[in-house]
């Protein structure tokens, strides 16, 4: 594809279940990373992936956020247990490296509401 | 008090005026970003720049780093121009993490 996909676009979920947000990067983009953007807090760093590997899990708010990349392509990121402060729109981006002169194109988002 | 701070929160103009929304962060920096978001929609860079001066179109940004400080200006603006503007720096330190603004909300009347 042309850019960044992410799916679901909207998913509305009750507390307590377990969810998965998927992102397909733009291919040949070996870098990925996660961001969350809730309502009055702005945009937030969740996780980056170099390949396969996540050498930054640092943003992650809780240990029932993990995320997961195959094939140094598709990453999954999961919520267990899902909370409604966890309701937010996260959003994907990639970008070829890690190298500071490369440009971030991000994903449509997936709008999680949690009830 | 946040890394990144990005006046005004809301900005309303008349079509044709010159916008100009600002960002100051606190940390060294190898890259700031421009970003913009239309209601309901996907986010979309608009600049990357690390010193001087970018121009695309209507729109400019510069940056001064020994100030800490970077400007995204607009000129003719027009409603299409309506949605967040977000600014974002990558700091010295790391070479991919980002932080973010809060973002500026720019409606332009017609």
């Known amino acids: 594809g042309a850019g960044v996909s992410q799916s679901p676009s909207n998913k509305v979920t009750e507390k307590g279940k377990d969810v998965e947000l998927r992102c397909d990067p733009i291919?040949?983009?070996?870098?990925l990373y996660w961001y969350r953007q809730s309502l009055g807090q702005g945009l937030e760093f969740l996780i980056y992936?170099?390949?396969?590997?996540?050498?930054?899990k640092s943003g992650l708010p809780s240990d029932r956020f993990s995320a997961e990349r195959t094939g140094g392509s598709v990453s999954t990121l999961t919520i267990q247990r899902t909370q409604q402060e966890d309701s937010a729109v996260y959003l994907c981006?990639?970008?070829?490296?890690?190298?500071?002169?490369?440009?971030?194109?991000f994903g449509p988002g997936t709008r999680l509401t949690v009830l | 008090k946040n890394e990144v701070e990005q006046s005004p929160q809301n900005l309303t103009a008349q079509e044709g005026e010159f916008i100009t929304i600002n960002c100051s962060y606190s940390v060294g920096i190898s890259a700031l970003h421009w970003l913009q978001q239309h209601p309901g929609g996907g986010i979309v860079s608009l600049f990357m720049?690390?010193?001087g001066k970018k121009k695309h179109g209507r729109l400019i940004a510069t940056i001064n780093i020994q100030e800490k400080h970077s400007s995204l200006h607009i000129t003719a603006s027009h409603p299409r121009d309506s949605a967040v503007y977000i600014c974002a720096v990558r700091s010295g330190g790391s070479n991919y993490k980002l932080t973010f603004g809060k973002g500026t909300l720019l409606t332009v009347n017609p």
């Open positions: 291919s040949g983009h070996t870098a």
């Open positions: 992936f170099q390949g396969n590997s996540a050498p930054d």
């Open positions: 981006a990639s970008s070829l490296a890690e190298a500071s002169y490369n440009e971030q194109f």
């Open positions: 720049l690390s010193s």
